[in-house]
């Protein structure tokens, strides 16, 4: 019929009106995929160094002798670093001392400021001597090691009610005197988190969230406080498998690196077939934040290695899906970029 004819007459356009339109669509995403496309020489500052996924913490408080005798050996045998809050004047210390200022830090552990003594703080001038102890042998394990930090952890020690007596505002002072930065608070392995699952939840919640977390130990297989080695051991291992995506640092490190990153800007200088040029600058205190940041910079698809060139510094990396993936240091020379076979 008439009717029957004129319906099939406008349900084709329709169709038709439909598909010009999802064709107009697709042109339209493939025009705004185009233009904003990434020329070469555009960077990004990775949100954590080396472009891992999350930072990570292993700490270890109270100069334990099983941090000597059972830490230290399974952080070396997967090459892990893990962060020791010293007390010096301690006894356990004393025990170990060439173990402490030698053999760890020839391994790659980082040393932090838990107190002179763990005997807490009877008022303000007893935390500054405490501290300034503590720091002083900080300092000279740092030199004996060709390093000059400018910065150190600080743990508070846990003391009996009565044993600090400086308040919040007046410690916040002390620390950042002494060139000092106070831990997060962290889960103790055996007080919060029990055993192996629990701590590697700890792992899994970085690894989802791409933010900092820590494991923090007392005595390791003995002890006090004292967590089971195998527990320890799994941990560790769970970690070493997850390494690709973690980098396992310190707590300055990290503040070092959200500090220069929250205040870093990258200048594409020149970019072409041959040479890329990018100037990497952050208003942070070049002198307390002098460590480097990681680049991710988009090179030609044509450059299969890459030389990186900042001042008197080079290296050649591999680019991959015209990336490619470096350090350099705010505030520096340029960065030049340019292809290698």
Known sequence: SAMASELTHRNLLLRSAIGWKAVALLLLALLVTRSTAAEPGATQVAAWKDDKRAPFVLMFDDSMPSHVKTVLPELAKRKL????????GSGHYGANKRAWEKDMPAAGMVLANHTFTHKGAADVANLEEEITKCNDVLDKIAADAGQKPTLHSFGRPGVPQGKWNVKDKELEAVL??????????????????????????????????????????????????????????????????KRERLWITDPISI??????????KVEVIEANGQQIRLRLTSSADAKVYDEPL?????????WKNVKVTQGKQSTTVAASGGKVEYDAHPGGEPIVLEPRP
């Open 255 to 264: 503040h070092k690196y959200e500090m220069e990153r929250d205040a870093a």
């Open 176 to 241: 950042k005197k002494h060139r000092l930065v106070m831990r997060p608070n962290v889960p103790f392995a055996k007080i919060n988190l029990k055993d192996a699952s629990a701590m590697i939840s700890r792992v899994e919640k970085a690894l989802d969230s791409g933010k900092p977390d820590a494991v923090a130990f007392h005595g390791v297989g003995g002890e006090w406080l004292s967590i089971d080695t195998p527990e320890f051991i799994a941990l560790l291992d769970f970690i070493d498998k």
């Open 294 to 302: 990681t680049l991710v910079s988009q090179v030609p698809a044509s």
């Open 81 to 88: 670093v893990g962060v020791f809050y010293i007390n010096p």
